[in-house]
């Protein structure tokens, strides 16, 4: 396997950002894979040592590339800055990003300037280390390594200051960035940018890395000029931010001075979205925030992705090509190094979790449990720590006193226990947002959790290695919850035939991945969770009806534990009665075993455990079942431990209560609930107050953070264009990605046409989805909704559905004989937001018709409210038409979720083009319509060619609702009340 780059210079040249590797101390500089990034994202091979010359001094060094982060024209390098030793997995070691460098690719002078200032801010915060350290890491990081924390946004000192600072050189005139003239002088065109790109205050706060969580600078610019000409900031230029938040005056020669519009960066050059550059500082600190909270994990030389018991990358491969894709979470943005063959610069990271504990037992007398000698370990309080500090505190004599005076302490067996957890990229995203399944079978929340036991030999490597795999994930059925409500109500979808086809394909990926399956739902069988905790019981039965797992009797197991009933009274050790019940089947399944680094053993099922959002009650359960597996894979060695009662085993209650934590916090934005008892076996009323305050924490998020930050998760994995970023910015959440909405669309289509088209003679020409107000001979109602218009060679039919149970609600036939005027044009419904008043994407049209008996709306099961349409007038009755007609209003849907059916043509590139093509159409097909009637009743009655008018029907080109129109229908508290939320939301 080529052998990854573990350091990098960047440093900052005149055609873009040189990455060379950093040589080895007392080593000459190699530039045999040095590589540049151009300041318009591409990356290609260096064919030269570039640090000579004089364009750019300083250098920056990190630890790997997270990848190439693209929003509207500008690029970012998303760079490891800081990272943490946390465990060491067969002689491989695993660290954690605690924070990245992102660094623009608009310009030197942005670029230097970044770059500048990281390594300043590295500097200033460098903690003294000793300096033995191992320059293969294979021991320890380099903590001489100038990081790049903070490194576009922690700079509001002048270039030339930094210059002088990290160089020693005199700085020119000529080398002075003008990028802080330029963010400042045109602040209309950065927004926030300005204020948060050059200050120091709210972005490099440890308090603030709680994803989406706003500083209170944040909400204070919220009112930026939206204009390219705005003024400069009462104290914007004005002020220096200091290291602890404050700021000092500054002097007047820092103010910057005027800068011509061809000096603007070239990240703002060409076509963009003005809303996605005004939402930028809001990206880039939420993709600084993301990749730096501590929740991504990587090695340079250990496939993280896999478990023990599968192969390591041994061959000529490069890792990311053997890394699995299940849970490569920089796959999309990393691409552009890959495409261009720079594998040795291509750093996997996988999001989830790694701890690990060292402890020693000492057997004793039959009879009892084997002692634990760990008692540095032994305390609730001890956080997670690195695998060098853990190394320390093992070898100090304060440590481990009673082992070492010992006269039976070559006895003692030395272990490792590691905890991974890896994170599914499939369905990924936070609590509310991502729930349930997906029509690919993925189910949101999947987390594969591998718990490793290592048998420490004399010297220190593992002898042998157990391996116990448990999953996570949500339930597998189509269902969604409000993120308004403190106990919301569980929303189904979908018909029965649509949950079983994604119910059966999850488990059969699962059952093809992973063995044998075993079901434990911990929902509760009482309110709101009980209902889709019965279709849950009803899916699996049904699957096993049905050919089980593999069509061939293969069945899935099935436990439904009502976790908060049989738990009443924080009585949380109940959760033994479940443990009995799974027994079984985790006997029968064991665990991998590998022993001289042969596998000898293999995990042959897996225990599939959720509860509403396989977090708190799921902790628990996990955390007892490896609890469970590790005693029995002890006992194999002859120690017989208690990790339930014995105080002396609590680290191993922290370390799975430390994995809870994190998992939580990935999708709920907070630690788990019930973590005093996953910690301490104990559940106190002090816990319980704990919660309520995590939920009212968890509640803040669901309802303000999660939506934004959704939106840039599903981005950065390339699940959703950056127009997701100006969905967001119009209605203040994100839309769901995962779920292919045309294939839905182009299912109720073809639903709509085979129940609403009764003549076998009339043929489907074409149907589309559209907006639509939700009342008739409406052209503004309050909400909007989707719905479906089919054209055939006779008719139109208006189709409202139930998009929850998939069937027709309503539909209305209208003969094409009947319409009177169609007109096309701009079709605003609302001016809050920029989206909604862009005249080019808000286009639709009116259809006018006359409104005969024969025009039936006809609703659920079918019955009539008027005659039917083939029955013959009453005599003497007169032919009812509502004087001024009636008419339908549609508004094109964006084109990625617009669908044409049956006529085989692609979807049209705007929303101009989609409202044209289906005008169009619908003249021609009403016009030939009305020709051949016309020539029918000519042959019919002998008249000549002539003897009879067709009036045919033409398209007009008028506003729907124009720009001055949709203002004035705007009222102020509509106005405000969106202001108010877009403060809070954005």
């Known amino acids: 396997m080529p052998g990854l780059v573990r350091k990098l210079l960047i440093f900052a040249a005149v055609d873009g950002l040189v990455l060379q590797p950093a040589p080895p101390r007392n080593h000459a500089p190699s530039t045999q894979q040095a590589i540049k990034v151009d300041y318009k994202g591409n990356v290609r091979p260096l064919l030269k040592d570039r640090r000579d010359e004089d364009t750019a001094p300083v250098s920056l060094e990190i630890h790997g590339i997270i990848g190439l982060l693209k929003v509207a024209t500008s690029f970012f390098l998303i760079a490891i800055s800081e990272r943490e030793q946390v465990a060491e997995i067969r002689g491989k070691v695993i660290y954690k990003v605690t924070d990245v460098a992102l660094i623009p690719l608009s310009s030197q002078d942005d670029a230097h300037s970044a770059i500048t200032s990281a390594r300043e801010h590295a500097r200033r915060h460098k903690k003294p280390t000793s300096s033995t350290e191992d320059d293969t890491e294979t021991e320890t990081e380099d903590d001489d390594t100038l990081s790049a924390t903070d490194s576009l946004l922690d700079a509001e000192t002048s270039h030339d200051q930094s210059k002088d600072l990290a160089t020693g050189q005199a700085a020119t005139a000529d080398r002075r960035t003008s990028v802080a003239q330029d963010v400042i002088r045109n602040k209309g065109v950065y927004g926030r940018f300005a204020d948060k790109w050059f200050s120091r205050k709210g972005w490099s706060t440890d308090s603030r890395r709680t994803i989406g969580l706003s500083s209170e600078e944040d909400l204070a610019a919220t009112n930026k000029p939206s204009n390219v000409q705005s003024t400069l900031p009462e104290d914007g230029p004005n002020t220096e931010s200091k290291g602890d938040g404050g700021s000092i005056p500054a002097s007047d020669d820092r103010v910057p001075e005027d800068v011509s519009p061809a000096e603007i960066p070239k990240a703002l050059e060409g076509r963009k979205d003005s809303t996605t550059i005004a939402l930028l500082p809001k990206i880039l600190r939420t993709t600084k925030l993301y990749f730096g909270s501590g929740n991504f994990f990587f090695s340079y030389d250990y496939d993280l992705s896999h478990s023990v018991g599968q192969p390591q990358p041994q061959s000529s491969l490069p890792l990311h090509s053997q890394y699995d894709p299940l849970f490569f979470w920089n796959r999309h943005i990393i691409s552009p190094f890959m495409d261009a063959g720079q594998h040795n610069f291509v750093m996997p990271v996988i999001q989830g979790f790694v701890g690990q504990r060292s402890f020693s037992i000492k057997p004793v007398k039959s009879g009892s449990n084997s002692a634990v000698i760990d008692p540095s370990s032994t305390s609730d309080d001890i956080p997670l720590q690195s695998w060098k500090n853990k190394d320390e505190e093992d070898t100090s004599a304060q440590d481990r006193p009673a082992a070492d005076q010992s006269p039976d302490s070559n006895e003692e067996q030395d272990f490792l226990l590691t905890v991974i957890s890896r994170r599914s990229v499939k369905r990924a995203g936070l609590r509310y947002l991502r729930r349930g399944v997906d029509e690919e079978g993925n189910a949101a929340n999947s987390v594969e959790t591998e718990q490793i036991l290592s048998c420490l030999g004399g010297d220190g490597s593992a002898d042998k290695v157990f391996s116990f795999l448990q999953y996570r994930a949500s339930i597998p059925l189509f269902f969604s919850q409000s993120p308004y409500s403190l106990k919301p109500q569980v929303d189904t979808w979908g018909t029965t035939d649509t949950n079983a086809k994604a119910f059966r394909r999850h488990f ?332 080019e994407k808000n286009v639709g049209f009116v259809i006018r018709y006359r409104a005969h008996m024969g025009d039936l709306v006809r609703r659920n099961t079918r019955s009539l409210d008027s005659k039917k349409r083939d029955d013959p007038p009453q005599k003497g009755a007169k032919s009812q038409q509502d004087d001024g007609g009636r008419f339908l209003a549609f508004k094109a849907l964006p084109p990625q979720s617009s669908v044409t059916s049956s006529d085989g043509h692609q979807t049209p590139e705007s929303e101009q083009e989609i409202v044209r093509n289906i005008c169009d159409q619908i003249a021609k097909v009403t016009n030939e319509f009305r020709r051949e009637s016309a020539s029918t009743a000519r042959n019919q009655s002998g008249e000549e060619e002539g003897g009879m008018r067709v009036h045919e029907l033409a398209v007009e080109e008028k506003d729907i609702i124009s720009l001055a129109d949709a203002k004035k229908s705007t009222g102020y508290l509509e106005q405000i009340g969106y202001s108010l939320k877009k403060m809070v939301w954005a």
């Not at 009806?545 to 976790?563: A, I, M, V």
């Not at 949380?572 to 029968?588: A, D, I, R």
């Not at 029995?632 to 680290?651: H, K, R, V, Y």
């Not at 998939?806 to 209305?812: D, L």
């Open 508 to 839: 059969s990926d699962l059952s093809n991945r992973y063995g044998h399956l075993y079901c434990a739902s911990l929902v509760d069988k009482h309110g709101t969770e009980a209902k889709i905790g019965e279709l849950y019981e009803q899916h699996a039965k049904s699957l096993n009806e049905n050919g089980g797992l593999d069509g061939n009797g293969k069945e899935l197991g099935f436990e439904w534990f009502d976790f908060h009933n049989v738990c009443r009274g924080m009585k949380f050790e109940k959760v033994s009665v479940l443990m009995e019940t799974l027994g079984p089947f985790l006997k029968s399944t064991s665990w991998t075993e590998i022993a001289d680094g042969q596998v000898v053993k293999q995990q042959s099922g897996i225990l599939r455990t959720n509860c509403m959002d396989c977090l708190d009650r799921t902790n628990v359960v996990q955390s007892a079942c490896a609890r469970t597996a590790l005693e029995a894979q002890l006992s194999e060695g002859g120690f017989s431990i208690d990790l339930q009662n014995d105080p002396s085993t609590s680290w191993f209650n922290t370390l799975w209560a430390d994995n809870g934590d994190a998992i939580s916090r990935q999708y709920a934005g907070t630690a788990a609930l019930k973590g005093d008892f996953t910690r301490t076996r104990k559940r106190q009323i002090t816990g319980a107050l704990t919660d309520f305050g995590l939920t009212l924490t968890r509640y803040y998020n669901n309802i303000v953070n999660d939506y934004f930050t959704q939106a840039v998760i599903d981005y950065m994995l390339g699940r959703a264009p950056d127009t997701i970023f100006a969905e967001f910015e119009a209605d203040m959440k994100s839309s769901d990605y995962f779920i292919d909405v045309r294939k839905v669309r182009e299912a109720a289509i073809e639903r709509s046409a085979g129940i609403v088209i009764e003549d076998k003679n009339e043929d489907l020409i074409a149907g589309w989805t559209l907006s639509v107000p939700t009342s008739a001979n409406k052209l503004k109602t309050t909400t909007f909704e989707e719905a479906v218009l089919l054209l055939t060679q006779r008719a139109l039919y208006f189709c409202r559905l139930d998009w929850g149970t998939e069937k027709v609600k309503e539909f209305e036939q209208i003969e094409l004989d009947h319409i009177e005027r169609l007109a096309r044009g701009v079709y605003i419904t609302s001016t809050l937001a920029e989206r909604h008043t862009d005249a």
